[in-house]
């Protein structure tokens, strides 16, 4: 009955949910392609890759403030 219900609960929150997953998913490829090409962010490139994987939706909103050199 729980099990029911838990998926219940996502079917009427998928369409509030898809579009944060693929914004995310949009800014972190976005972020690793542009860090790739960048040959010297503002500390080391892995770290900013593990900012950037890890930390949902933030990590490469952070990279594109704080990681880039002008």
């Known amino acids: 009955m729980k099990m ?6 996502i079917q009427e929150n998928l ?3 898809a579009p944060l ?3 995310q998913l949009i800014l972190m490829v976005i972020a690793l392609i ?3 090409k960048n040959d010297e962010p503002k500390g080391p ?3 900013w890759t593990l ?5 949902n939706i933030v990590g ?3 990279y594109f403030i704080a990681g880039k050199r002008r």
Request: aromatic residues 12%; negative net charge; charged residues 15%.
């Open 45 to 47: 490139k892995w770290v």
């Open 21 to 23: 997953f693929i914004l």
């Open 60 to 62: 490469p909103i952070v």
């Open 34 to 36: 542009d860090l790739a």
């Open 51 to 55: 900012v950037i994987i890890f930390i």
């Open 4 to 9: 029911e219900e838990g998926l219940t609960l």
């Open 15 to 17: 369409a509030i949910l």
